[in-house]
């Protein structure tokens, strides 16, 4: 079982996930920025995290956390649940 210690949100346009705590090979994948994930563990500066369909590891300055309340669920029939951050408009 994996427990999430808590959520971040990706701050970069294209935010890559490893597979190991280590930026040496190629990504896993790209996020953009304000998906959500669930953190799993910290090494250093690296953060193991999860999202709805991936799991690997990123650099903790690539992410940043914000309260629960900014969290919107994102969901289209047919397709998976997903997690966003929706800015504010001003």
């Not at 705590?21 to 920025?33: D, M, N, R, Y």
């Not at 900014?70 to 001003?90: D, F």
């Given at each position: 079982?994996?427990?999430?210690?808590?959520?971040?949100?990706?701050?970069?346009?294209?935010?890559?996930?490893?597979q190991?705590?280590?930026?040496?090979?190629?990504?896993?994948?790209?996020?953009?920025?304000?998906?959500?994930?669930?953190?799993?563990?910290?090494?250093?500066?690296?953060?193991?995290?999860?999202?709805?369909?991936?799991?690997?590891?990123?650099?903790?300055?690539d992410?940043?956390?914000?309260?629960?309340?900014?969290?919107?669920?994102v969901?289209?029939p047919?397709?998976?649940?997903?997690?966003?951050?929706l800015?504010?408009?001003?």
């Amino acid at each position: 079982m994996i427990m999430i210690q808590s959520h971040l949100i990706a701050n970069l346009p294209e935010t890559p996930v490893y597979q190991e705590p280590s930026s040496g090979g190629q990504p896993i994948t790209l996020v953009a920025k304000g998906s959500w994930f669930g953190v799993v563990k910290r090494l250093g500066d690296w953060i193991q995290i999860i999202g709805t369909d991936f799991e690997g590891w990123v650099k903790k300055a690539d992410v940043e956390a914000l309260p629960p309340l900014a969290l919107h669920v994102v969901w289209t029939p047919g397709k998976p649940i997903s997690y966003m951050h929706l800015p504010h408009a001003s």
